[in-house]
T-cell receptor
Framework: AQKVTQAQTEISVVEKEDVTLDCVYE???????LFWYKQPPSGELVFLIR??????QNEISGRYSWNFQKSTSSFNFTITASQVVDSAVYFC????????????FGTGTQLKVEL | DTAVSQTPKYLVTQMGNDKSIKCEQN?????MYWYKQDSKKFLKIMFS???????INETVPNRFSPKSPDKAHLNLHINSLELGDSAVYFC??????????FGSGTRLTVV
C-alpha cells in the first residue's frame, strides 16, 4: 500500500522567511514518482515538480527547492524568501506502476504568508 | 485551449437528484481519472480509465458511475445525490505516470 504523510497541517510565516514543508512517503515499489502540487485559494491544482525514485539530486527552481532523500523516504519542499502569493495548500503525492499509476496524496499543508 | 476541461464548474442540486460532470482532455493522454476533494481538502482517487477501460475503482458507492466514450472523455454520473456527496471533483489525465494534468474542478453542493 502507498501512503504519503504531511505532518504539518498549517504553517504561518512572515514574508521573506524561508519555510520547509515536510513530506514522508511509503511504498513497496522500487520505481515510483513523487510530486508536489500547489492549490491556491482559487482552487485549481498547480503542478510544481515530478521526481523519479532513481534521481536523488536536489532541484532548485527560483525560490523553490526540493530535497529528496530515499534513506529517510522524504521529499521536502523549501520556499526561500516567502511571499504572500505563496499562501496556498501544498500537496505531496506519490505514484507507481504497482499502485496503478494513481496519485496518492498527502493531507496537504496550509501555508499562510503574512506581511 | 484548456488541456483538461470539466463542466460545470459549479453544481448546486437537491438531494435525490441525478447529475453528471463532464471531462475532456486534448493532450493525447491515455489515462483519465476522477478525484474527490472533501471539505478537509483531502484528495482521493475514485476511478481511473486507460484507453476507455476501467482500471481503478476505489471504494466508491454504486451511485457513482464513470463513463468513458473515448480516450479523450471521462464523465461522472451520480445517482440519488446525498448531502455527503458535496465536494470538489477533479478530473485529471496522464500519459502513464509521466505527469498528471488536472482540470479546474467542479464544486458540487447538495442541499
Amino acid at each position: 500500500a502507498q501512503k504519503v504523510t504531511q505532518a504539518q497541517t498549517e504553517i504561518s510565516v512572515v514574508e521573506k522567511e524561508d519555510v520547509t514543508l515536510d513530506c514522508v512517503y511509503e511504498t513497496r515499489d522500487t520505481t515510483y514518482y513523487l510530486f508536489w502540487y500547489k492549490q491556491p485559494p482559487s482552487g485549481e491544482l498547480v503542478f510544481l515538480i515530478r521526481r523519479n525514485s532513481f534521481d536523488e539530486q536536489n532541484e532548485i527552481s527560483g525560490r523553490y527547492s526540493w530535497n529528496f532523500q530515499k534513506s529517510t523516504s522524504s521529499f521536502n519542499f523549501t520556499i526561500t524568501a516567502s511571499q504572500v502569493v505563496d499562501s496556498a495548500v501544498y500537496f505531496c503525492a506519490l505514484s507507481s506502476t504497482g499502485g496503478g499509476n494513481k496519485l496518492t496524496f498527502g493531507t496537504g499543508t496550509q501555508l499562510k504568508v503574512e506581511l | 485551449d484548456t488541456a483538461v476541461s470539466q463542466t460545470p464548474k459549479y453544481l448546486v442540486t437537491q438531494m435525490g437528484n441525478d447529475k453528471s460532470i463532464k471531462c475532456e482532455q486534448n493532450l493525447g493522454h491515455d489515462t483519465m481519472y476522477w478525484y474527490k476533494q472533501d471539505s478537509k481538502k483531502f484528495l482521493k482517487i475514485m476511478f481511473s480509465y486507460n484507453n476507455k477501460e476501467l482500471i481503478i475503482n476505489e471504494t466508491v458507492p454504486n451511485r457513482f458511475s464513470p463513463k468513458s466514450p473515448d480516450k479523450a472523455h471521462l464523465n461522472l454520473h451520480i445517482n440519488s445525490l446525498e448531502l455527503g456527496d458535496s465536494a470538489v471533483y477533479f478530473c485529471a489525465s496522464s500519459l502513464r505516470d509521466y505527469g498528471y494534468t488536472f482540470g479546474s474542478g467542479t464544486r458540487l453542493t447538495v442541499v
